[in-house]
C-alpha cells in the first residue's frame, strides 16, 4: 500500500501512509485506538475508498471495490467483532454467500461438510460443521471466522485485534494456528495493540500514530519499549511503579460465599477472602469461572444464595446496588458499555450517576443541582484526563479509553472504602492503561481496599499484593504477588496445588 | 355444559372443519408474507393493509373486465405495490417499520373508502357475479373420501394454492441457498454483506413478496368467499395473521397450526345457529385467541435477530 490518505470531516485517519507486507510472513500492524490502523485495513478490505494512494498485489496495481473485490483479490478479514450467525452451523456459516447447491437451488449439506472437512484437516483447525455456532466457546467461533475466509481462498489474511476476546489459553491456541498457515504458505496481518503479543507473533511491525507511520521494525531487533514509546510519542511506563503495600485492618470480608449463575447453575461455590485497607486482591483465572458473579454479588447486582459478605462489622450481603454504593463500595464493572456508562448521557450526567440523590447534587433528592454537577464533571475530568471536547458530550462519541476513565473517576471521585475494579483495563490503549494503572495504587496508598478482577494476568501479577486463584466457583489458591506466570497458569486450569484453600 | 356440548358437536361436523379451514388460508397467506419479511429482517404489520387494497383493486378490476383471474392478478400486484411503499421506507429511508406499517394501514382503509365514492358515487359498489369468482374446486375421486374429502378437496382453488405455498415458502427457507440467505439478512445483516449477499435486495424481495401473498389473501377474501368489497372488510385478519406469524415462531408451519386454531374459531362462529350462547361472543373467540396467544402460553419465542432494524453499512 502506497501513499494512502484518507481524510474524514475534521480529521485525517490516514495521511500518506505506506504499508509493504511480505508474502508468507506475519506483520503486525500496531497503534494505538484512532491511530488509523482499522481505517487502513478497511481501504485495504475494500470498505473505504481511499482519498489517494494505491494498493499493489504481488506487484500489480489492484482497485479494491467492496468486500467481494478483496476476496477476489484473496484477501480475508477476520473481524473483531465476529461476523457470524449465531443460529447457524458452523457450515451454514462458512458457506454464507458461496453455498454449495444441489438441483440448482437446495443448500447442499454433505458437500459443505466435506468441504469444511478438508479445510480444517489442511489446516489442523478442528471444528465441528454441525455445531450452532452460538453455542461454541468464543475460540472457536474465532476459528470458524479463521476457515470462513480461507473457504473463500484468502492468501493474505487480516486479523482485527484477534486476541482481544479471548483466554490466554485461547490466544495460545490461536498462535499456533497462525504459525501453521504461515507455513501453509499463508500471509497474515495482526492488528493489535498487545505488545507482548505482538513480538511473540510477528516478523516485522509496522507502527502508526495518528494517521501515520512512525515506525517500520523488525520484531527480533525491537523491544516492548521501544515500540511502546513510537506508538504513544513519549516514554511510557510499561512496568507499573509501586512502593510495598502497608495493609491496614481488614475492612471486607466474604465468608463462604454462594451464588448461581444467570443460567441458574452455581458459579460461586463457597468464596470466602478478606481485603485489607491499603491493599490490592488480584482475582486470576479464565474467564467464566465465577469471577463475574463474584464482583456482581459484592456490587449488589446479583443475589448470593449463601455466606455472608461483611463491610467492617456491618453485614451487606443483602445490599442492593444503591446501598452498597451509599455503603462506600464503588464498582467497576466489567462491561462498560452496557453497565458503565449510559451511552447517550453526556459526560457530566455519567460522571454524577449513582451519587444523583446526594444533597451535593439535588435538592431534597428531586431537582438536580446543575451548577454543582457541571463543576463536579470538570473537577473530574481535568484529574483524569479524559479527553474530549467538554463535558456535555454524549459518551458514545469517546473512545474506549476515554469512556473507561470517565468510570473510574466516577468510582474513585468520592474516596470510597473497596473498589471493585472488574477488568479495568479491557479494550482500551496503552496510554489510558497506564494512567489506570496509576490510579489504582493511588488509590491504594491512599487505604482504599482494592478487588481487582483480570482476565490479563500481566495486569493480575503487575498490580496486586496478593493474587487469589479462581477455578470453577472457588478460590483454589492465594499467592504472593511474585508468584510465576506459570504456575498461576497451572493453578487457573485446575492443576497444582494451592498453598491456601479459599474454600471453606 | 350445554355451550360445550354444543361446540364438541360441532367440532364433528366436517362442514365445520371445511370453514375453518377456509378461513385459515384466509391468514395464512398473509402469515406467509410476514414470516418471509420479518426472516429477512423487516417488520411488517402492514399485511392488513395490503390484504384491504388487494380485496378493493380485485373488485375493481373484476367489476371492469369480468375476469377473475386478471383481478386477481391485479389484486396482487396491488398488494405488492403497497408492500413496495414499505420496503422502500424502511429499507432505503430506514424509517421505523411499526409506525410505516401502521401508516400503511391507515393510509389503505381511508383510500379505499375514498376510492370507492370517487369512482362508484354513492351508490354500492356492486356485485360481482357468480361466475366472476374464484372458483371452488373438487378434486375427484379424492373428495368422496368420507369426511377428510370434504374438508379438504372440495375447496375454493385459493385454498389449495396457499397449501402448496405454504409447503413451498417453508421449503425455501430452510432448504435452499436463497432460503439460508434470508435468514442470514434477518440475523446478522452485516456478516451476510461481508460474505457478498446484497441485503438490500434481498430484503425488498422479501417484503414485497409479502405484499404479493397478502393481495392474493385479498382477492380470496373478496371475490372468492365474498362478491363484492365492503369498507374495512378485512376485519382485523392481516392483524390475527400477525399473531400467528409469532405463534408460529417465525415458521410457515408453525405459523399454519397457529392459522387453523383461529380459522377454527371463526368458523365455529359463523356456524353458531346450533349453538346457544350469545354470537357476540363467540364473535371474539379469535381475538381473545390472539391475546391468548400474545400472552406468551407458547413460550418464549425468539424473533430474527436484526428483525425490525435497519441496515447500515459499516455501523456494528
Known sequence: MRGITKAWPGVIANNGVNLTVRAGEVHALVGENGAGKSTLMNILYGLIHPDAGEILINGTHARITGARGAIAHGIGMVHQHFMLIPVFSVGENVMLGREPVTGGAFYDHARARKEIEALTQRYGLALDPDARTGDLPVGLQQRVEIVKVLYRGANILILDEPTGVLTPQESIELFGVLRDLVKAGKTIIFISHKLREVLEISDRITVMRRGKVVGHLVTKETNEQEIATLMVGREVLLRVEKKPAEPGPVTFRVENLTASSDRGVPALRGVSFELRQGEILGIAGVEGNGQSELVEVLAGTRRATGGRVLLGDRDVTAFDARMERDSGIAHIPEDRRGTGLVLAYSIADNLVLGRQRAPAFSWHGMLLRTSAIKAWAKRLVKEFDIRAGGIDVLARTLSGGNQQKIIVAREMGNRPRVLLAAQPTRGVDIGAIEFIHRRLVAERDEGTAVLLVSAELEEIRSLSDRIAVFYEGRIVSIEPADTPEERLGLLMTGGGSGTRTGAA | ?316
Open chain 2, 1 to 316: 355444559m350445554t355451550v360445550i356440548g354444543d361446540i364438541l358437536h360441532l367440532l364433528t361436523t366436517a362442514d365445520l372443519w371445511q370453514a375453518a379451514l377456509a378461513a385459515s388460508v384466509l391468514l395464512l397467506l398473509p402469515a406467509l408474507g410476514g414470516v418471509i419479511s420479518e426472516r429477512s429482517g423487516v417488520v411488517n404489520i402492514a399485511m392488513e393493509g395490503m390484504m384491504l387494497t388487494g380485496a378493493f383493486f380485485g373488485v375493481v378490476a373484476d367489476l371492469a373486465w369480468h375476469n377473475v383471474w386478471l383481478a386477481t392478478l391485479v389484486a396482487i400486484v396491488a398488494g405488492g405495490a403497497m408492500a413496495l411503499i414499505h420496503a422502500v421506507v424502511s429499507i432505503r429511508f430506514r424509517a421505523d417499520q411499526i409506525v410505516s406499517g401502521i401508516a400503511i394501514n391507515i393510509f389503505a382503509a381511508g383510500m379505499t373508502v375514498f376510492l370507492v365514492r370517487r369512482i362508484y358515487g354513492v351508490q354500492d359498489i356492486g356485485h360481482v357475479g357468480p361466475s366472476e369468482l374464484l372458483p371452488n374446486l373438487s378434486i375427484p375421486i379424492l373428495d368422496q373420501i368420507p369426511f377428510v374429502g370434504q374438508v379438504l378437496f372440495q375447496q375454493n382453488v385459493v385454498v389449495y394454492i396457499a397449501l402448496f405455498l405454504l409447503v413451498l415458502v417453508q421449503v425455501v427457507l430452510f432448504r435452499t441457498r436463497i432460503g439460508l440467505r434470508i435468514r442470514a439478512v434477518g440475523e446478522h445483516p452485516h456478516a451476510a454483506d461481508t460474505a457478498g449477499i446484497n441485503v438490500y435486495w434481498i430484503r425488498y424481495g422479501a417484503v414485497i413478496t409479502s405484499g404479493l401473498l397478502s393481495g392474493l389473501a385479498g382477492a380470496f377474501l373478496a371475490i372468492g368467499i365474498s362478491n363484492t368489497f365492503v369498507p374495512n372488510m378485512t376485519d382485523g385478519r392481516g392483524y390475527i395473521a400477525l399473531a400467528a406469524m409469532i405463534f408460529g415462531k417465525w415458521t410457515p408451519l408453525g405459523a399454519f397450526l397457529a392459522c387453523l386454531i383461529f380459522g377454527l374459531g371463526e368458523a365455529i362462529y359463523a356456524n353458531n345457529s346450533t349453538i346457544h350462547v350469545s354470537q357476540y361472543l363467540l364473535s371474539m373467540l379469535p381475538y381473545i385467541l390472539v391475546l391468548v396467544v400474545l400472552t406468551g402460553v407458547i413460550g418464549r419465542s425468539n424473533p430474527p435477530a436484526a428483525d425490525g432494524i435497519p441496515y447500515v453499512p459499516g455501523a456494528e
